[in-house]
């Protein structure tokens, strides 16, 4: 009978999505953190699908296996997002945040699967809330980028004016305050900006240049000068 309470079973039963069904069991010998992470940490993230992650159970752990466990969650979070799987990245960083809504890594998470997915105006409160509680200067460029995104220009310029003195070679930080104070209709700062992130960016601003922030300086010849320069060269079909 000692021997049954010793023993318990974490479950973490596939559900949502309509993916694949995916049961593992694991049994937990004790109590040490060590043996009851087994999932999260045996399995390699191509093995774990989502349904086997939105339904996280912390019944029966104890404050250092719950956290433990949110933390090989919060890793597998990241996993999905550098692999681009934002929709299971969302949906386990918002699985975490219902156990522990205080939990930073996992908000800043959820707003970077939200800015991913072009979900700006959910992207906006988060960032700004995990800014509130901690400043980090990625989560202060996305926030201002998310700024940007929701046409809120003046903002944009007040988030970035700070990035961009820390990162002056970032092209995109200077794209980012063209757009910004083009769309307040400051032409030559707008200008100025342009031609920095071109000389940064090169060919890569090219798709940027449509941005419709732009139509403000798009007639002037200082804008049509750098879109000419933001083109790739033409590559001939003669060797």
Do not use: W
Not at 45 to 55: C, G, K, R, T, W
């Amino acid at each position: 009978m000692m021997e049954g309470k010793m023993k318990k079973t974490l479950t973490i039963i596939s559900m949502a999505l309509g993916l694949t069904i995916f049961m593992t069991s694991v049994v937990i010998e004790s109590m040490h953190v060590s043996d009851s992470q087994t999932l999260a940490r045996e399995n390699s993230i191509s093995e774990v699908s989502l349904p086997d992650l939105v339904q996280l159970n912390f019944e029966g752990l104890d404050k250092k296996e719950k956290n433990q466990l949110i933390h090989d969650y919060i890793n597998i979070t990241k996993d999905f997002i550098k692999n681009g799987e934002y929709s299971k990245a969302e949906q386990v960083a918002s699985t975490i945040l219902l156990e522990d809504s205080l939990n930073q890594p996992a908000l800043e998470l959820l707003a970077e699967t939200y800015f991913n997915q072009q979900k700006f105006k959910q992207a906006e409160k988060l960032f700004s809330t995990c800014l509130k509680r901690s400043h980090n200067d990625r989560i202060n460029f996305l926030y201002g980028v998310t700024l940007l995104r929701n046409n809120k220009v003046k903002e944009t310029v007040e988030v970035l004016s700070e990035e961009i003195k820390k990162h002056p070679k970032n092209g995109y930080l200077h794209y980012c305050m063209a757009s910004a104070y083009s769309g307040m209709d400051e032409k030559q700062k707008a200008i100025q900006f342009l031609q920095k992130a071109q000389t940064l960016m090169d060919s890569e601003l090219n798709p940027l240049i449509n941005d419709k922030n732009f139509n403000a300086i798009r007639n002037t010849a200082e804008f049509k000068k750098i879109a000419s320069l933001t083109k790739k060269p033409q590559i001939s079909a003669q060797q």
